[in-house]
């Protein structure tokens, strides 16, 4: 019989434990995965491949422990989750199962357990809505795509390749890479590039006001995309390192800051053999720029994409960067490092396929912590369209920022139309510092 099994969290674990414990709310690092199933479903063959699922991924039942100041994960060996279907009455019953969802979502998941709950709602024989709520430290945005790639193989029968690395094995690989003089190696390569670099100060407010809420505030069509598509390819560069520049530009023209500094979040996949295994990976990483008015846009763009990697192959988490990093938040250190954040994610989009059944992902809203970064910008990736979203925390004015999705709308039409221009020629040169 197999044994349950321990070991040293990673770092990234240990790191989001801590935000957990003290500056969590009762849902707020749960990522349930939600969908409506239309068809005649095989509960049977459902419970077969969520338990063959849990079986395959070690992090799927993996609890969490603190002994002796040290975090530990326990690896439980694999039981049946015993899936069962709830049956709800008829008439009112999608109404108290979106009730139940919601109060299933916004719950905190005992990690001590385990990191998964499983919830299967029958509205009727044709009709079900099913809820994987997983905690974060088991789990990240790659893994969702796995889990769900996966789970609809397993339910028509189909045989899933051998896996990789499970994720244990990984902690321990990246644990050996992050100490000794492997750790001051990396740690030395990031000497040189902290000089003369500064996160960018926020317009701040004397009292608390209301955060910018989630809702997409540029959103760029095929046209723009197509045309920064190409301007990247002139340069050698990616989508993700045009949008990055815009954004250092941006910084640039609103601060006056010359050589700003950024997070991002960086999926943390640094071995081939951990592509399809489920685990939390994401971890923070410094980006930074240099900005002059009489730079042209593309020599921009390739330095931002030198910069992604540069810390895709350093691979080294913002929080591990030397101690010199601290005086990035000013003489007086008021600012924390990852004040500002921004990342760019691609979205394939590509729907879950059931054999017979109809698949609709169900939203659910999530209490989430109060906006622990001071400016959070996320561009998402679609086939012809980009989507960006600026986050305010309350500290942060929210009209400081109210503009920024129309100027990257019209700096892409003018980065489409005169590629070559320099910062200072483009709209972000025309008195924006000043606003």
Same mark, same amino acid.
């Given at each position: 019989?197999?044994?349950?099994?321990?070991?040293?969290?990673?770092?990234?674990? &240990?790191?989001?434990?801590?935000?957990?414990?003290? &500056?969590?709310?009762?849902?707020?690092?749960?990522?349930?995965?939600? !969908?409506?199933?239309?068809?005649?479903?095989?509960?049977?063959?459902?419970?077969?491949?969520?338990?063959?699922?849990?079986?395959?991924?070690?992090?799927?039942?993996?609890?969490?422990?603190?002994?002796?100041?040290? #975090?530990?994960?326990?690896?439980?060996?694999?039981?049946?989750?015993?899936?069962?279907?709830?049956?709800?009455?008829?008439?009112?019953?999608?109404?108290?199962?979106?009730?139940?969802?919601?109060?299933?979502? *916004?719950?905190?998941?005992?990690?001590?357990?385990?990191?998964?709950?499983?919830?299967?709602?029958?509205?009727?024989?044709?009709?079900?809505?099913?809820?994987?709520?997983?905690?974060? #430290?088991?789990?990240?945005?790659?893994?969702?795509?796995?889990?769900?790639?996966?789970?609809?193989?397993?339910?028509?029968?189909?045989?899933?390749?051998?896996?990789?690395?499970?994720?244990?094995?990984?902690?321990?690989?990246?644990?050996?890479?992050?100490? *000794?003089?492997?750790?001051?190696?990396?740690?030395?390569? !990031?000497?040189?590039?902290?000089?003369?670099?500064?996160?960018?100060? #926020?317009?701040?407010?004397?009292?608390?006001?209301?955060?910018?809420?989630?809702?997409?505030?540029?959103?760029?069509?095929?046209?723009?995309?197509?045309?920064?598509?190409?301007?990247?390819?002139?340069?050698?560069?990616?989508?993700?390192?045009?949008?990055?520049?815009?954004?250092?530009?941006?910084?640039?023209?609103?601060?006056?800051?010359?050589?700003?500094?950024?997070?991002?979040?960086?999926?943390?996949?640094?071995?081939?053999?951990?592509? +399809?295994?489920?685990?939390?990976?994401?971890?923070?990483?410094?980006?930074?720029?240099?900005?002059?008015?009489?730079?042209?846009?593309?020599?921009?763009?390739?330095?931002?994409?030198?910069?992604?990697?540069?810390?895709?192959?350093?691979?080294?988490?913002?929080?591990?960067?030397?101690?010199?990093?601290?005086?990035?938040?000013?003489?007086?250190?008021?600012?924390?490092?990852?004040?500002?954040?921004?990342?760019?994610?691609?979205?394939?989009?590509?729907?879950?396929?059931?054999?017979?059944?109809?698949?609709?992902?169900?939203?659910?809203?999530?209490? &989430?912590?109060?906006?622990?970064?001071?400016?959070?910008?996320?561009?998402?990736?679609?086939?012809?369209?980009?989507?960006?979203?600026?986050?305010?925390?309350?500290?942060?004015?929210?009209?400081?920022?109210? *503009?920024?999705?129309?100027?990257?709308?019209?700096?892409? +039409?003018?980065?489409?139309?005169?590629?070559?221009?320099?910062?200072?020629?483009?709209?972000?040169?025309?008195?924006?510092?000043?606003?």
């Amino acid at each position: 019989m197999a044994e349950t099994r321990e070991f040293a969290a990673s770092i990234g674990q &240990r790191l989001l434990w801590l935000m957990d414990r003290y &500056r969590g709310s009762a849902g707020a690092l749960n990522e349930p995965m939600t !969908w409506r199933l239309r068809g005649p479903l095989d509960i049977g063959a459902l419970s077969a491949a969520v338990d063959a699922l849990i079986e395959r991924h070690e992090s799927l039942r993996t609890a969490f422990l603190m002994r002796d100041n040290q #975090l530990l994960q326990v690896i439980k060996p694999p039981v049946s989750a015993g899936l069962a279907p709830e049956t709800v009455c008829s008439g009112a019953g999608e109404q108290e199962v979106l009730a139940a969802l919601e109060a299933e979502t *916004g719950s905190r998941i005992d990690i001590g357990e385990g990191p998964l709950r499983i919830r299967l709602w029958r509205l009727s024989p044709t009709d079900h809505i099913l809820c994987l709520n997983i905690h974060h #430290l088991a789990m990240d945005r790659r893994s969702a795509t796995v889990i769900a790639d996966e789970l609809a193989m397993l339910y028509s029968g189909a045989e899933l390749p051998p896996s990789g690395w499970q994720y244990a094995a990984w902690a321990e690989w990246q644990r050996d890479r992050m100490s *000794g003089t492997r750790l001051a190696e990396l740690r030395h390569a !990031w000497t040189d590039r902290l000089q003369d670099v500064q996160v960018p100060a #926020l317009r701040q407010v004397s009292e608390a006001a209301p955060g910018a809420g989630p809702e997409p505030d540029c959103v760029l069509g095929e046209r723009q995309v197509s045309g920064l598509q190409r301007l990247a390819a002139d340069v050698s560069a990616g989508l993700f390192a045009v949008t990055l520049a815009m954004f250092f530009a941006l910084i640039w023209a609103r601060t006056g800051v010359r050589e700003p500094a950024v997070a991002s979040v960086f999926d943390g996949r640094d071995r081939p053999e951990v592509a +399809d295994t489920v685990g939390f990976f994401e971890h923070l990483v410094l980006l930074r720029a240099s900005v002059r008015a009489d730079q042209p846009m593309t020599d921009l763009i390739a330095a931002a994409q030198a910069e992604i990697d540069f810390a895709a192959a350093n691979g080294l988490p913002l929080h591990l960067l030397p101690p010199a990093a601290a005086r990035l938040g000013g003489p007086d250190g008021a600012r924390r490092i990852d004040d500002v954040v921004f990342s760019h994610i691609v979205c394939l989009d590509e729907p879950v396929e059931f054999s017979g059944l109809r698949l609709d992902h169900v939203p659910v809203s999530l209490e &989430r912590t109060e906006e622990r970064f001071g400016l959070r910008v996320l561009f998402a990736e679609y086939p012809g369209q980009l989507v960006g979203m600026f986050h305010c925390a309350p500290k942060v004015m929210p009209s400081w920022a109210a *503009g920024f999705g129309g100027v990257f709308s019209r700096l892409a +039409d003018e980065l489409v139309e005169r590629p070559s221009a320099t910062v200072g020629r483009t709209t972000l040169g025309a008195g924006l510092r000043r606003v």
